[in-house]
């Protein structure tokens, strides 16, 4: 079984900054894509970025400049570093991973979410 648990989620004033982290925990042979997604009330679960085993990076349009995304594959841990916030940043954030798992020798590659972390930027 694979766990994605994630931590670093709060309240925060405009301008603030947060570091998210995702680690991943389990029977994992290897990880490829690793992402964070997010989902404000009402509104459709978009995209934040994402990061490749390689380091490729790509970030959502309303992110750039301001969110990095970094990953430490020999902690199985994803970070978003989270800097000139704003009220609008303000969701649920989500880590996802696609990640190769096994059971004795049996392998599967499946998408696994975390639980999700409230990001709230507020004054």
């Known amino acids: 079984q694979v766990q994605l648990v994630e931590s670093g989620g709060g309240l925060v004033q405009p301008g603030g900054s947060l570091r998210l982290s995702c680690a991943a925990s389990?029977?994992?042979?290897?990880?490829?894509?690793m992402g964070w997604y997010r989902q404000a009330p009402g509104k459709q679960r978009e995209l934040v970025a994402h990061?490749?085993?390689?380091?490729?990076?790509n970030y959502a349009d309303s992110v750039k400049g301001r969110f990095t995304i970094s990953r430490d594959n020999a902690k199985n841990t994803v970070y978003l570093q989270m800097i000139s916030l704003k009220p609008e940043d303000t969701a649920l954030y989500y880590c996802n991973a696609a990640i190769t798992s096994y059971s004795g020798r049996k392998y599967r590659t499946d998408e696994y979410w975390g639980q999700g972390t409230q990001v709230t930027v507020s004054s």
């Open positions: 389990g029977s994992i042979a290897s990880i490829h894509v």
């Open positions: 990061i490749t085993s390689g380091g490729s990076t």
